[in-house]
């Protein structure tokens, strides 16, 4: 069995002082689409910023191909993971294409030949015009080029599907489904809404810093219980 | 008499502006207000000054000047604004840790100054380079040298800000840090070089002013004050709207010290950059840090 490119064990983290997670084992293996499903203060942003080393990890390994990363700056672990968060995921006074430059970190003849625009061409037909000016899908869709430009190992998504009308909620299912198969890309997905299940491998239900169940996505799909417990409605 | 307004208020300008500088600049890209930037200035000019009287040549006494400038400017920044502004988590309530804490600095430095120094006034003494005759109104080489020194940063920052990878990242740290540590950018070092920037134009300011007025041990709280004057007016963290005010600051004291006397150049300006904040509260060019 291969390495996994994720892998999370016995993960205690702290938020302000405060422990949040409590002894967390989460596994996401190469390519992946991981989801991470629970209410509002579950604790699934307090994961990932632990992931990025933003939080303090008090106890437990997170393991990148199987070297430990806990401990790092989160601008050396960034190397190897990017993290979309689920608000600010973009800086707002400039334009698309300095949003990019800046994420890519190369020359700007590289960054009109990156893939990026061909995946997003709402990117091209958009990069002059500042990111706050933008919509909520054109907003998100940024947010989603900022964290596939510099093509890591892994891709952490903060419940991106918040605040999105149905209509842009299928629309970025659907991409997130695209670039995971475009990029060959393992992604963990954090999310309230049931609508992730559609797309994930395998899904973790977190509630109160503790995981509560695991499963593939189709099975906890059929399941009554996870639906009204977990997330308080029906498919 | 025109011409002798525009050009000695240009010149006044380009000092305001570089003294201006370091304030807006370390507050534009890290938020952090601090008000030891003067000082720092003021320390290097003094080292300065103390070692061209001690007869040690111009360029080592500016380098060792520059050397204490950074090295204060970079030690504050690690060892005080930092600490402070993490210490409640950031935000607002750090700046206002920050402005306590630099405020503490900024009464402390004359203070040590006064024992490390022999003398409580220093002229900066640097070369005679003698000077320019400009539609009939002598002006100082040093005085050009503000003028010139000041269009060159304000050009050399919108430039460097607006057109190379570093200043992008810059620009983006000012905008959303987190996100920037996100994607790799050292947060941290930018803001140690933001320092150090601010630092070395505080010093280059200091010795200007050392060189045309005098350096006195509140030169350095002077320093700030004025930073702070030019940097609000112009709109916290705006480069450009500093070098606005400086302009209009440096023209009207040169106007109202030549048409109604010396006597009323910072009465009339202090009026006026009342009515300025009066109609503009935000300053004259805002700035937007944040969504």
């Known amino acids: 069995m291969s390495v996994p490119v994720l892998e999370v064990k016995g ?4 938020r302000t002082g405060v422990l949040v997670l409590r002894n967390i084992d989460l596994r996401v293996e190469e390519g992946e689409i991981v989801a991470l499903i ?17 939080h303090r990890i008090t106890a437990g390994t997170v393991e990148l191909r199987g070297s430990q990363i806990q401990g790092l700056k989160t601008e050396t672990i960034s190397r190897s993971i990017s993290l979309v968060p689920q608000e600010a995921a973009a800086f707002p006074f ?27 061409p709402v990117l091209l037909e958009k990069q002059d015009q500042e990111a706050c000016t933008l919509s909520g899908g054109q907003r998100q869709a940024l947010a989603l080029g900022i964290g596939l430009i510099r093509k890591t190992e892994l891709l952490l998504l903060d419940e991106p599907l918040l605040g999105l009308d149905p209509i842009m909620v299928s629309r970025i299912i659907e991409t997130i489904k695209r670039v995971s198969s475009e990029y060959s890309l393992s992604i963990l997905v954090s999310e309230q809404s049931p609508r992730i299940l559609e797309i994930a ?8 810093g503790e995981i509560r169940m695991t499963g593939d996505g189709k099975m906890l799909r059929e399941d009554e219980r996870i639906r009204k417990v977990y997330l308080g409605m029906t498919l | 008499m025109f011409w002798a307004i525009i050009l000695k208020g240009l010149s006044l300008a380009g000092i305001y502006f570089l003294i201006s500088f ?22 290097g000019a003094f080292v300065t000054a103390t070692f061209i009287r001690q007869g040690m040549a111009v360029p080592g006494a500016l380098a060792a000047g520059l050397g204490v400038a950074i090295i204060l400017g970079i030690l504050i920044q690690r060892y005080v604004v930092e600490p402070l502004y993490n210490s409640v988590g950031g935000g607002e309530r750090g700046r206002i840790f920050v402005i306590y ?4 600095l900024l009464l402390l430095f004359p203070a040590i100054l006064l024992n490390i120094i022999p003398s409580t006034m220093l002229r900066m003494r640097l070369p005679r380079l003698g000077s320019v005759e400009i539609m009939g109104f002598p002006l100082g080489a040093y005085e050009i040298f503000a003028i010139v020194f000041a269009f060159c940063l304000l050009l050399i920052t919108q430039l460097a800000l607006n057109r190379t990878l570093y200043g992008n990242r810059v620009r983006a740290v000012t905008q959303n840090p987190l996100l920037g540590r996100l994607i790799g950018i050292d947060v941290r070092r930018i803001y140690l070089v933001t320092a150090a920037i601010a630092s070395v134009c505080a010093f280059i300011g200091a010795v ?4 045309i007025f005098n350096l006195d041990l509140g030169s350095g709280v002077t320093f700030t004050l004025y930073g702070f004057v030019v940097a609000v007016m112009g709109g916290l963290g705006s480069i450009y709207g500093s070098f606005l005010v400086s302009l209009f600051l440096g023209m009207t004291l040169s106007a109202t010290s030549f048409l109604i006397g010396g006597v009323f150049e910072y009465i009339v300006t202090t009026l006026l950059l009342i009515a300025i904040l009066l109609i503009k509260p935000m300053g004259i060019v805002p700035t937007r840090r944040e969504l």
Do not use: C
Request: charged share 15%.
């Open chain 1, 11 to 14: 993960l205690n983290a702290t």
């Open chain 1, 38 to 54: 629970g209410p509002n203060g579950a604790g699934k942003s307090t994961f990932f910023g632990s992931v990025m080393g933003i």
């Open chain 1, 94 to 120: 400039m334009t698309i294409a300095e949003n990019l430059w800046v994420a890519k970190g190369a020359s700007k003849k590289e960054l009109k030949q990156d893939p990026i625009f061909e995946s997003f």
């Open chain 1, 201 to 208: 491998d395998r899904v973790y239900v977190i509630e109160g």
């Open chain 2, 22 to 43: 370091g304030v807006t600049f370390h507050y534009g890209v890290g938020g952090f207000p601090n008000l030891a930037i003067g000082p720092i200035g003021a320390t």
């Open chain 2, 101 to 104: 804490g630099t405020f503490g």
């Open chain 2, 208 to 211: 200007l002013w050392g060189e």
